[in-house]
Every structure is written in C-alpha cells, then in structure tokens.
C-alpha cells in the first residue's frame, strides 16, 4: 500500500472577480488563505483519491466533471475514484474547550432561547394564523417573527459568517419547525428539534 498527500494554495489574487452578489464584485483582501488538500491511496492495482477543497460548495456539475477529467488525464486516477469535497470552515471546528459553560448554554436554550420562539411564535402564532391562512403565508410571518426573537438575543453570533449561516439555519429550522407543528398537532417535535440545532451551534467554536 502507498500513500501520497499534497496541498495547494488556490486563494484568488487581489482584483479578481469575487463569487456571488447580484452586481460585479472584485477581491480587494485576502481574510485567509484558500488550499486545496490531496491524498491518494494505492495497493498496486487500483488508486484512490481524496480532494478537499477550501470552497463553500461546488454546485456546478460541470466544473466537478472537469476536475475528473483532468485528474484522469495527469494523474491516470479514473475519474469514479476519485471523492470531492468542500471543506471550507472559516476555522470553525466543533469542541466543547468549558462543559460548564456549554451545559449552560443548553439550558438557556432549553429554558428560554428554544422555548419561547417554538411555543409562542411556532406555535400560538403559527395556529392562529394557520387558522385564517394558508400554510406558507402562516410559516412565514410565525418564522420571521422567531428570527427577529433569535437577533435581538444577547447571545446571538457577532461574527459576520457565524451570524449569515446562523440566519440561514435558522429560517430552515422555522420552517421546519411549523411543518412539524401542522403534521403533529403538537410543537414538541420542532422543539426538540431546535435543541438538537442549538446543542451542535454551542459547540462551535474558532
């Protein structure tokens, strides 16, 4: 068995065009560099690779199938062995560094954080209007109110990035939670459902 591992730096340089955005955006800062991580493995017969790639997502069909391609043609790697992944963090990594502190955090969200959005907002809300509506327009308003509960909280995520994917998870999670209120009749699925979120939340950490 052999075994090879390499990495790549692929940050993109200063004034390329920057990903995303309705308008032209271009990179004036580097806020970490991006790499692009390999390892292949080998028994003599058949190889294995591994990528990890300090990206997002790569959404694009296209672009994966030309990765394979080009892998297949320099490294002679055939394109099904090898695994793809984005792998980008922004240095997160999940770790409980304070059990007291983490355990305190659970029961804020047990006792106050979780429990006020899905029992008054997911909950009294969402049937009140779900009585008067259809389902979508009532899980939205039951959602935005809970999102607007969730960002006015003092232990809300400051950092940009920990606060945009907060807000995305969270508008899933609302949505989530008012479907399961509609196909229970009861709001304790979605709420062990945000405890469950919220556990794993807490123990991110840079």
């Known amino acids: 068995m052999k075994a090879g591992f390499h990495t790549a730096d692929i940050t993109p340089a200063i004034g390329m065009e920057a990903p995303g955005g309705y308008l032209k955006a271009y990179i004036k800062s580097i806020h970490d560099p991006l790499k692009v991580r390999a390892a292949v493995f080998e028994d003599g017969r058949e190889a294995l690779a591994f990528l990890g790639v300090d990206t997002c997502y790569l959404q694009s069909a296209k672009i994966r199938a030309e990765i394979r391609r080009e892998v297949e043609s320099r490294c002679g790697i055939p394109g099904d062995h090898l695994l793809i992944a984005a792998s980008l963090t922004l240095g997160y990594t999940a770790s409980v560094p304070s059990l007291g502190g983490y355990l305190a955090g659970v029961a804020y969200d047990v006792g106050a954080n979780a429990l006020s959005v899905e029992w008054l907002f997911h ?14 327009p009532a899980a939205a308003i039951s959602t935005g ?5 969730y960002l006015v909280d003092p232990t809300f995520p400051t950092a940009p990035e920990a606060a945009a994917g ?20 009861s709001v304790l699925p979605g709420y062990l459902a945000t405890l469950v979120f919220f556990a794993a939340y807490r123990a991110l950490h840079v």
Do not use: K
């Open 123 to 136: 909950g009294a809300l969402f049937s009140a209007l779900w009585r008067r509506w259809t389902f979508w």
């Open 145 to 149: 109110a809970g999102l607007l509960r």
């Open 166 to 185: 907060a807000v995305f998870y969270l508008t899933i999670l609302g949505l989530a939670s008012c479907a399961l209120r509609a196909w229970s009749g």
